[in-house]
């Protein structure tokens, strides 16, 4: 029987000001998959963790896709996947996209390797769309490109991989829920042109920096005048996290995805440990857990794992 195994890391999205468009693989956390191609047209989910999400395939990220792939090829095979989630559902850090990008590589690595990556991208978005009742591309981009993906177009797909500069990113998971699908609801339907123009300024100044490696500019782009000052107020103590990692050295930072995990960028490690034992000590005075995670940005994104 074919199989493979998976490591389908976390993933920033927006990285503040781009919304939707920008996405960052990071090293951890990360998900553990494996997939079986069966002879039998059945999919057959299994879940190693304790979330409680649904393993019926058309109410499971990772079932609509392989349902959507099945239908694509008129296939006759089905899968069987087991899945270890160590991104938690609802963190910000790609957690459905972790498990779509796994559906998605998995079934064509068993299938012999025939879609490109902007195909993956494409029938991934459909477990995004299942989880948030939108397709979008911004964290899958990133863990199928692995560094940092600008997605041009979601339809058609058209990713553009970006350089990964050499920076560490500090990233702290509150353990208090936002649904991304909520999340978006709060969103302003309108906005002034002279903020649409400050977030282009700042957007064009963001992709600039990370392909020029200037990290001064880097630092000046990544404000969000849209999105981040109506997210925010879903997030326990985010100012003052903000404002305290700005403090000890930070580049900048700002909501992952639609929150509550907050990260930060920092040229140097020293100053992302520094962050770190911060963030953790902010929440721990108000008595909610956290998980605080450093890493580098990760270049490849999703592993396949070799026995």
């Not at 919304?19 to 999919?43: R, S």
């Not at 963790?49 to 089905?78: A, C, M, R």
């Not at 970006?162 to 302003?188: C, G, Y």
Request: charged share 25%; net charge negative.
């Amino acid at each position: 029987m074919k199989k493979v195994k998976l490591q389908v890391p976390a993933t920033v999205a927006n990285l503040v000001c781009g919304f939707d468009i920008l996405g960052m693989a990071i090293h951890e956390p990360f998900d553990e998959m494996e997939l079986k191609l069966l002879e039998t047209p059945e999919i057959i989910i299994k879940h190693k963790d304790h979330f409680g999400l649904s393993e019926e395939p058309s109410k499971n990220v990772t079932g609509v896709v392989l349902l959507k792939i099945q239908e694509h090829l008129n296939l006759k095979n089905g899968f069987e996947v087991i899945i270890n989630k160590k991104i938690k559902p609802g963190s910000g850090l790609g957690s459905s996209a972790a498990s779509a990008t796994g559906a998605a590589v998995g079934a064509n690595e068993l299938l012999g390797n025939i879609f490109t990556k902007e195909e993956l991208v494409h029938f991934a978005m459909f477990g995004e769309e299942l989880a948030s009742g939108v397709k979008h591309a911004d964290n899958i981009a990133p863990c199928i490109f692995g560094g940092i993906t600008l997605v041009k177009s979601s339809n058609p797909v058209d990713i553009i991989p970006l350089n990964s500069p050499d920076l560490f990113v500090t990233a702290v998971h509150p353990q208090v829920e936002v649904k991304t699908s909520d999340a978006r609801q709060i969103l302003k339907k309108n906005i002034l042109l002279k903020d649409a123009i400050e977030q282009w300024g700042n957007i064009a100044g963001l992709v600039a920096g990370i392909q020029k490696n200037d990290f001064g500019l880097i630092g000046r782009s990544l404000n969000d005048v849209i999105v981040e000052p109506v997210r925010s107020i879903l997030i326990p103590k985010f100012n003052e996290i903000k404002e305290k990692s700005l403090e000890l050295g930070a580049l900048g930072g700002g909501i992952s995805g639609s929150g509550p995990s907050i990260f930060m960028l920092s040229e140097k490690e020293e100053t992302s440990q520094k962050i770190a034992k911060m963030m953790k000590s902010v929440y721990e005075k108000i008595e909610i857990e956290s998980f605080v995670y450093v890493s580098k940005i990760n270049p490849s994104g999703i592993k396949i794992i070799e026995d």
